[in-house]
């Protein structure tokens, strides 16, 4: 009985230095891509002795700044880390090489790492070395923190996640929605997670907020959609500072008038791929080319190209949405839904005195009409 409390203690122990390493690696939101996030906690005698988490790729791992600030005291400590510690030579050498040498006694991870170069070899390393190894603790918790990581590695795509705005009567929403417009909101955190946000051309008028406002956010690639280079000439240029691409078709526009084009939006520092046919499968590769492992397709309502559809209903039907993200507004977009052009926030019809509850998996938001 003593033995099985004592077992009791340990796991929640364990589960909680764990969470401690799932905070530590989220620091690096949005700025390891390709690599996944990692924290790394050491522990002696129920003290903290060493922290540390991957900051970017091409930097040390997680282990190597918990294995510097414990300096000796890592003989005989319990290393926690979120990920399995790799047992390859990247950009930076094995973190398993380093953990034996360190003495270590005892390692908890959170999960394997998917990586075929590492898959399990690094807990082999650690557990022929004699040192006692735990796989699996708050592994959800971190198999989410690496979705995007574990997507990529098992299926060499990006990982596509699809949003948009819900009015209350079931339509798309051009603007963003009262919730996301507002600085530090939900919209500007998924910004700063993702490699690459594509949106179509309309949406740079209408909305241009591509920008995270996250404190030391990395900023994401951003692509934006069109059928005509003229459509991107006349947007504001705040949304072209900064690195962008287009990845645009040219269609009915004449050749000459294309290169033109092309070159004005070069000079305002605008990257511009041509697509042969603007498909998704298309748009994908290119962003997966760039580096962009994780790709928001940001659907921004009507739109004159009838680009929209495009990153709404039709990437559901083609298959490539791992993850959708719906926000509901507790507006009523009532004539304006089957309208031509943009619906701005304006043309609203805003509810009053809102509250929202989740009723099992529903949500449910109730409102009023205002007087
Ligand atoms: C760890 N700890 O903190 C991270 C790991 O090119 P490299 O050397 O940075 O290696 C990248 C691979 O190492 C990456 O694909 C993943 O398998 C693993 N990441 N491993 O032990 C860490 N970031
Ligand atoms: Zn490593």
């Known amino acids: 009985l003593a033995s099985t409390g004592y077992g009791r203690e340990q796991e929640q122990q364990d589960a909680a230095y764990m969470r401690e390493c799932v905070e530590l690696a989220r620091q690096a939101i949005g700025h390891t891509s390709p690599n996944p996030m990692v924290g790394c906690v050491l522990v002696k005698e129920g003290k903290v002795v060493g922290r540390g988490f991957h900051p970017k790729a091409g930097q040390p791992h997680a282990e190597v700044f918990a294995l510097r600030e414990a300096g000796e005291l890592a003989e005989n400590a319990t290393a926690y880390v979120s990920l399995e510690p ?26 394997i790492d998917p990586n075929p170069k590492v ?24 198999r989410n923190m690496n979705e995007v990581f574990i997507h990529h590695m098992c299926t060499n795509k990006p990982f596509v996640i699809l949003r948009y705005s819900m009015s209350m009567d079931g339509g798309i929403l051009g603007s963003l929605g009262f919730n996301a417009a507002v600085p530090g909101s939900s919209y500007s955190r998924l910004l700063q997670e993702v490699d690459a946000v594509v949106v179509t051309d309309a949406a740079v ?42 990845v645009t078709n ?57 680009l929209e559809n495009f990153l709404g209903q039709h990437a559901v039907r083609e298959d490539v949405v791992n993850k959708l993200v719906v926000n509901i507004s507790p507006v009523l977009l009532g004539e304006n839904r089957t309208g031509p052009g943009f619906c701005l926030a304006d043309d609203l019809l805003k509810l009053e005195r809102v509250s929202t509850r989740v009723s099992g998996r529903d949500v449910i938001i109730e409102g009023y009409f205002p007087n």
């Not at 807990?123 to 959800?140: M, N, P, S, Y």
């Not at 909305?207 to 005509?228: G, H, M, T, W, Y």
């Open 86 to 111: 790799c047992n390859h030579f990247g950009r930076t050498p094995p973190c398993s090489a380093a953990l034996v040498r360190s003495r270590v006694k005892r390692v908890v991870v959170g999960m």
């Open 205 to 246: 008028y209408n909305d241009p907020v591509l920008l995270s406002s996250e404190p030391n956010a990395k900023q994401p690639l951003r692509v934006i959609l069109a059928r005509f280079l003229f459509s991107l000439l006349a947007a504001p240029t705040m949304v072209l500072a900064d690195q962008s691409a287009w």
């Open 250 to 306: 040219y269609q009915s526009t004449s050749m000459q008038d294309g290169k033109a084009m092309e070159h004005r939006l070069q000079a305002r520092g605008v990257d511009v791929v041509m697509l042969e046919d603007l498909s998704l499968e298309q748009v994908l590769s290119v962003c997966y080319l760039q580096g962009a492992y994780s790709v928001l397709l940001d659907s921004r309502g009507p739109d004159l190209s009838g």
């Open 119 to 142: 898959a399990g070899s690094g807990v082999k390393t650690l557990q022929d070395a004699g040192i006692e190894v735990v796989v699996g603790v708050e592994e959800e918790l971190c």
